[in-house]
């Protein structure tokens, strides 16, 4: 089983950075709004993304077990 952070549409790297600067931009906004919790939270989501999408990450194509083709018919 895959995880979600393995889905092919987070393969090209503008999606990620896109998700992980969003998250930043949210901690941002909920610290400036007097927020804390939510802004901790957020920065979670942010290092939670920067891990698995960059440090983690295996950007190689998923590999198709030969017998796959075979089995679908």
């Given amino acids: 089983m895959t995880s979600d952070s393995k889905h092919p549409f987070f393969r090209p790297l503008w999606r990620r950075v896109a998700v992980v600067v969003f998250c930043f931009a949210w901690a941002i906004f909920e610290f400036v709004t007097g927020t804390p919790f939510w ?9 939670y993304g920067i891990w698995q999408f960059f ?5 190689s194509e998923p590999v198709k077990p030969a017998d796959a083709d075979e089995k679908e018919e």
């Avoid at 802004?39 to 290092?47: H, K, P, Q, R, S």
């Fill in 39 to 47: 802004g901790t939270i957020a920065l979670g989501f942010a290092g």
């Fill in 55 to 59: 440090i983690a990450f295996d950007a």
